[in-house]
């Protein structure tokens, strides 16, 4: 499954987009096992950070550095750039900045092993990435919007969206480290399952949606795609300019073009009905995003350290904790 698993998830795309558009009624459903689903690939992700990796992270400062610059200061820049030209609606724009202003936890890791990345170095700083953008991500809301966002956005969203998807994984993974070690492999390899659960669940249930809103999602298509290519020229400067390593380097452009979808998606899905159509521009998104990590697989290892990509036996080995 380690082997073929961008195939996989390529095909728990379509089939919740096949079960999406054929049985419609079945996406509220769905919907309500969005949060348990990715909780538990949380968990799984968490459970391969060691906590003495976490603090030897901690003192690996120029990759962090790279990993806080590229995300917390390019992308909103990039954002800035793009934000004027978006589509006029509120919902819409709100959903653009959701998904674009938080970095990726959970994929990330996986597409950036394949590419010859840090996975290690990526796992370690996730605990951190997930709370800086925690704390980041309103704040950025409210210099984009303004004063309008308190009217349509609520703090309970967010601060439930941290505990049940970020603190309660988090500490279970840890006890399972200090509590039942020996069930660690076995959890492990269930990431990949995990990933394709996550992925078949939130297109399935967000695809009859998709139907009635794809007139208003559809333009802010090509801002995701340029946003893409944008970032991976950007991440790529940013490594130079902190002199990275190159498999560091490689990961700090994935992890400044990928982003966190997955898990705030549960934050559109709690947006007041007017501004329902949020959540489908977010899972437009991860559509876009997936098909792109196929391309960056390819593509950041040559424009990283000049090689063609890494053969799939070096790519799984990357990606174990």
Avoid at 19 to 30: E, H, I, R, S, V
Avoid at 88 to 98: K, P
Avoid at 163 to 171: A, D, E, F
Avoid at 269 to 294: I, K, R, S
């Amino acid at each position: 499954m380690e082997r073929h698993q961008v195939v996989l998830y390529l095909l728990a795309l379509a089939a919740g987009a096949l079960l999406g558009w054929g049985a419609p009624g079945a996406g509220p459903t769905l919907e309500h096992t969005i949060n348990p689903v990715l909780a538990l690939l949380l968990y799984v992700t968490f459970l391969q950070v060691p906590v003495a990796e976490l603090g030897r992270s901690l003192r690996d400062r120029r990759f962090l550095a790279a990993v806080g610059v590229a995300n917390f200061v390019v992308v909103p820049l990039v954002v800035a750039a793009m934000f004027p030209f978006l589509p006029g609606d509120q919902a819409i724009r709100l959903g653009v900045l959701l998904v674009l202003l938080a970095p990726c936890v959970d994929y990330v890791i996986v597409f950036s092993g394949l590419a010859g990345g840090s996975s290690r170095r990526l796992l370690a700083a996730t605990p951190l990435l997930l709370i800086a953008q925690m704390i980041l991500l309103p704040v950025f809301l409210l210099l984009f919007l303004g004063r309008d966002l308190a009217e349509v956005v609520e703090a309970g969203p967010f601060v439930e969206a941290f505990v049940v998807l970020i603190v309660i994984p988090l500490v279970l993974a840890w006890l399972t480290q200090l509590l039942a070690s020996a069930w660690i492999p076995v959890l492990s390899a269930t990431m990949v399952p995990l990933m394709m659960a996550v992925l078949f669940t939130v297109v399935a249930s967000q695809t009859p949606k998709l139907g009635d809103g794809l007139a208003d999602v559809a333009p802010v298509v090509p801002f995701y795609v340029l946003f893409l290519i944008v970032m991976a020229f950007a991440g790529a400067a940013v490594a130079r300019l902190f002199r990275l390593p190159v498999a560091a380097a490689r990961s700090v452009v994935f992890t400044g073009a990928t982003r966190n979808s997955l898990v705030v998606l549960p934050l559109a899905l709690a947006l007041p009905e007017a501004l329902a159509v949020a959540a489908v521009v977010v899972v437009a998104q991860t559509l876009v995003e997936v098909l792109g990590m196929v391309v960056y697989v390819r593509a950041v290892p040559r424009l990283v350290g000049g090689s063609a990509p890494v053969a799939s036996k070096s790519a799984r080995a990357a990606n174990r904790p």
